[in-house]
């Protein structure tokens, strides 16, 4: 299966600051997704990522606020802007390979708004 | 509305024994149905995803099963170990969510030496 990096696994952010987080694939993947987990919760889909073109967005999700980048197979960025507290999250990128493929996912980045 | 519930919340076993974790889902329009483990503080570890057209998957001491009909997943652990303690979860595809999850809230097991 894909080898999935993300960097920074953490961060400590002030409020009002933005954070990128970078996702780095080891092969070329059909498509990449951005999931949040806030603490103690499970996991909630923000947006899946398109390569080339802007990224298709959940429901209580905008571009404007987690802007995202995709300009190969490999890399996806997610930027967490105008933080505040209640971003304080794990960032999970994740891909897959192909159609009856199974999900994988990096080993995510733990964002600690102040 | 929860989509994808996860039975028991927690679960506390001595190691050695032999466990199931269930997981039932709403729309029975299933894709696929896919089981995670989470360690604390990290990323998901796939481990056994089942086919709609699939019963059962199984790797190593876990086995997956799969009951559209009724909307149900369960995982069976054999000889648990203390290795086992993390969090599992489900996450089910459904047939027009393209390749979209909708995650259980998960189910916290703590294997004790």
């Known amino acids: 299966s894909a080898v999935i990096s993300q960097k920074p696994s953490r961060d400590i952010c002030q409020r009002g600051t933005s954070l990128t987080i970078q996702c780095q694939v080891d092969?070329?993947?059909?498509?990449m997704f951005w999931y949040r987990q806030q603490p103690g919760q499970s996991l909630t889909l923000i947006a899946t990522?398109?390569?080339?073109?802007?990224?298709?967005?959940e429901s209580g999700f905008v571009i404007d606020k987690f802007p995202i980048s995709r300009p190969n197979l490999t890399f996806s960025t997610l930027t967490v802007s105008n933080m505040s507290p209640e971003d304080s999250s794990i960032y999970l990128c994740?891909?897959?390979?192909?159609?009856?493929?199974?999900?994988?996912f990096g080993n995510g980045t733990r964002l600690t708004v102040t | 509305k929860q989509e994808v519930t996860q039975i028991p919340a927690a679960l506390s076993v001595p190691e050695g024994e032999n466990l199931v974790l269930n997981c039932s889902f709403t729309?029975?329009?299933?894709?696929?149905l896919q089981w995670f483990r989470q360690d604390p503080g990290k990323g998901l570890t796939s481990l056994l995803l089942?086919?709609?057209?699939?019963r059962e998957q199984t790797s190593g001491r876990l086995n997956a099963s799969l009951d559209k009909s009724s909307g149900r997943s369960t995982l069976y652990i054999a000889a648990s170990q203390p290795g086992d303690s993390a969090t599992y979860l489900c996450?089910?595809?459904?047939?027009?969510?393209?390749?979209?999850?909708?995650f259980g809230e998960g189910t916290q097991l703590t294997v004790n030496p």
């Open positions: 994740s891909v897959v390979e192909g159609p009856y493929s199974p999900l994988h």
């Open positions: 092969s070329q993947v059909t498509m």
């Open positions: 990522a398109n390569q080339g073109s802007e990224a298709t967005y």
């Open positions: 729309d029975s329009a299933i894709y696929n």
């Open positions: 089942i086919q709609s057209s699939q």
């Open positions: 996450a089910r595809r459904g047939e027009t969510s393209g390749s979209r999850l909708t």
